[in-house]
């Protein structure tokens, strides 16, 4: 029995510094602006497409916001359904709008949009996706759009910074969930494409490439489609790290998890892997803590030391929250398992349900 103690605590120790070691690698390798080739006073004639479907508690102020840009060579398109619980909002915005036109059958509701969009305005530079309940500042628009000024870039991104709009605890937890899509793209090697807030030069989806990202199996996603294309064509993705857009969310337990077991399952249709390192590294983050509670209370305080990573996850979220409550300590130790949770959920989904549309992910 003894040996077998002193066996899960080394292999314990040992997952302990493959923890420290992950995170000093990320840091290191994902650390500092990337620096393009930005041309000064690059200004290319731009279409903001904004897919707008069902209740928006903010879309008008969303919409406003999107509309007063420093950024003068553009124009901004809400793309909405006459019926739709949205055409409010975006009518008394005052923005232009669109019907979407695609006849597309495999693609997703908002792919049907974005490709209905520019299909319908084709004489554009430039085209920028921006998520309906996404806020942004009047410098958006031109941050944005600048790295595209490298011929190198294929797609530039922000990522959004979820803020709650109430003082729920779930609300508070969907803001720390965002933090990984947000160090994700932070690392240079874990990049991605991410539509809320994205833009790419016309020649992105030339004709080969539309058909695509409206007609493969993958166009349930515009980020899934349009990460694919951009690696096919050997492009890089540029990433606005001190620039986000705001969203601001009410949640509660259950559209919390089911919000945050969607996003999961998209994740890991467009890359297997992601099932497989999240399960590692989850799973170690999860032993790792119990093991310095346990054996801080029934062996000695040294095994205290194995609290330093979760230390270092709490102050991590507290430089990005600007908070430092109770509330938030709780949040970073129950994450790993919410992440956990999230992809062993996510394993079994066959499909998923959006703005009331169900999708397949077979």
């Not at 928006?56 to 739709?84: C, G, I, S, T, W």
């Amino acid at each position: 029995m003894q040996l077998l103690l002193e066996v899960y605590v080394a292999f314990a120790c040992l997952v302990f510094l493959f923890l420290f070691a992950m995170d000093i690698s990320g840091a290191a390798k994902g650390g500092g602006e990337d620096r393009w080739k930005i041309r000064k006073g690059y200004s290319p004639r731009t279409l903001v497409i904004v897919p707008c479907k069902g209740e928006e508690p903010m879309l008008r102020e969303n919409l406003l916001a999107a509309a007063r840009q420093k950024y003068k060579n553009y124009k901004l398109v809400a793309v909405v359904d006459d019926e739709d619980a949205a055409f409010d909002a975006v009518r008394r915005a005052g923005v232009a709008h669109m019907q979407p036109t695609s006849r597309c059958t495999r693609c997703s509701d908002k792919v049907r949009r974005i490709a209905s969009a520019i299909s319908a305005f084709r004489n554009y530079d430039v085209y920028v996706i921006l998520d309906s309940d996404e806020r942004v500042g009047k410098d958006w628009l031109g941050r944005l759009v600048s790295p595209l000024s490298d011929e190198r870039v294929g797609i530039s991104v922000m990522f959004p910074i979820f803020r709650p709009a109430d003082r729920g605890f779930w609300s508070k937890t969907k803001q720390v969930w965002g933090f990984v899509g947000q160090s994700l793209l932070e690392s240079r090697r874990t990049r991605f494409a991410a539509g809320g807030s994205m833009a790419f030069r016309k020649g992105l989806l030339d004709r080969k490439s539309f058909g695509f990202f409206t007609g493969s199996r993958y166009s349930v996603s515009d980020d899934i489609t349009l990460n694919l294309i951009v690696k096919r064509k050997g492009l890089l993705v540029a990433y606005s790290r001190n620039h986000h857009p705001i969203t601001y969310v009410r949640e509660t337990r259950s559209t919390l998890f089911e919000w945050a077991n969607r996003q999961t399952a998209l994740s890991m249709f467009a890359n297997r892997k992601i099932f497989y390192y999240g399960l590692c590294y989850y799973s170690a983050e999860i032993l790792v803590f119990a093991t310095a509670v346990a054996g801080t209370l029934l062996l000695s305080p040294l095994f205290l030391v194995l609290l330093l990573h979760a230390a270092g996850s709490f102050m991590k979220n507290v430089s990005r929250t600007g908070s430092a409550s109770a509330d938030l300590l709780v949040i970073t130790l129950i994450m790993p398992f919410l992440y956990l949770a999230n992809l062993l959920v996510a394993n079994s989904m066959r499909s998923i349900t959006w703005r009331g549309i169900r999708y397949s992910l077979r």
